[in-house]
């Protein structure tokens, strides 16, 4: 089977490559992810008493924290393109598990279920994000169907 070099990279007119733009979807996912997760976050702190200044701070830092994070791990993927994909795959599934083992530590559970909690998802998004991005890049083996 033969393989295609890879395409040049693009240019502006101007002779400077061309950067990533990011779309409209790239802004308004990880802002809607941050306010969420903020949310739960302060949520799960209250353990259902009254709504305090650190329940609040807890939700606008977590939230700002997840959001930056969530933008910034989606902008380098995109730069990345179809190269190292174990690479993002694991900073994505490390992100997952981390965010989710942190919540789980709000509930004051123990620091062991926190652990495998968080590496069950970690895992899990590993895995699901390996498989997304190794089936849409130019390592997957195309399928040639002829009848």
Known sequence: MAHAAPAPARSTSAGRPATPSVTTLGKVLPVVAGAVYGFWA????RFGQEVTGGNIALGFVSGIVVAALC????????RQGSRHIGVRALVWGAFAGIAVGFLQSLAN????????????????TFVAVYYRYYSSSEYAPEHDVRT
């Open 42 to 45: 302060a949520n799960i702190q």
């Open 109 to 124: 559970s123990t620091v062991l279920w926190n652990i495998v909690l968080g590496a069950i998802v970690a895992g899990s």
């Open 71 to 78: 933008f910034g791990i989606h902008q380098w993927c995109t």
